[in-house]
T-cell receptor, first 113, second 113 residues
Framework: DADVTQTPRNRITKTGKRIMLECSQTKGHDRMYWYRQDPGLGLRLIYYSFDVKDINKGEISDGYSVSRQAQAKFSLSLESAIPNQTALYFC????????????FGPGTRLLVL | SQKIEQNSEALNIQEGKTATLTCNYTNYSPAYLQWYRQDPGRGPVFLLLIRENEKEKRKERLKVTFDTTLKQSLFHITASQPADSATYLCALEGSSNTGKLIFGQGTTLQVKP
């Protein structure tokens, strides 16, 4: 089984809808991250969490919120989806002790119509 | 302003040759730099990490150099194979001891048989 899983893998939604992307990990890592990837722009950090009680904004957090329900679960919500949030979303984890390396999930492809 | 840049144009080489990818950065003082591989529709996978006090790191057919004076890292794949075809991302720590990575936009490598 994959160490970092994301659901759903693909999602089509309409402008104005609220949606949630979920991430689960079995690596036992304390740090979790949400990125979005757009063609030509690379990966950009949306939010990150270093433990259950620690949530931090990344460089592009506007329009997004997150919830760290447990050490193993980190959810990303789009409160009111808009077309320019169409992108590939990745969850990643890392361990405080070996903090540098990040382990990525398979991604969620989101289309906002 | 802070930037991390990789060649946006795809690199096409013949099987057996050495591929060299470049990552340049400005206005960062990273303690380390990482390289990831990303296949279409998949999450990035960690390949190598090189620290600021290391000039060179090797792993099998991969070699990474890190020049903090030039603010540049070079990523080499020797004896390249068609299976090496992918997008390669460099990443560095955006702020000291935060674990937050800043990614380049990636360079796509195509190895032709």
């Amino acid at each position: 089984d994959a160490d970092v899983t994301q659901t759903p893998r693909n999602r089509i939604t309409k402008t104005g809808k609220r949606i949630m992307l979920e991430c689960s990990q079995t690596k036992g890592h304390d740090r979790m991250y949400w990125y979005r990837q757009d063609p030509g722009l690379g990966l950009r950090l949306i939010y990150y969490s270093f433990d259950v009680k620690d949530i931090n904004k990344g460089e592009i957090s506007d329009g997004y919120s997150v919830s760290r329900q447990a050490q193993a679960k980190f959810s990303l919500s789009l409160e009111s989806a808009i077309p320019n949030q169409t992108a590939l979303y990745f969850c990643a984890t890392s361990d405080t002790l070996t903090e540098e390396t990040q382990y990525f999930g398979p991604g969620t492809r989101l289309l906002v119509l | 302003s802070q930037k991390i840049e990789q060649n946006s144009e795809a690199l096409n080489i013949q099987e057996g040759k050495t591929a060299t990818l470049t990552c340049n950065y400005t206005n960062y003082s990273p303690a380390y730099l990482q390289w990831y591989r990303q296949d279409p529709g998949r999450g990035p996978v960690f390949l190598l990490l090189i620290r600021e006090n290391e000039k060179e790191k090797r792993k099998e057919r991969l070699k990474v150099t890190f020049d903090t004076t030039l603010k540049q890292s070079l990523f080499h794949i020797t004896a390249s194979q068609p299976a090496d075809s992918a997008t390669y991302l460099c990443a560095l720590e955006g702020s000291s001891n935060t674990g937050k990575l800043i990614f380049g936009q990636g360079t796509t490598l195509q190895v032709k048989p």
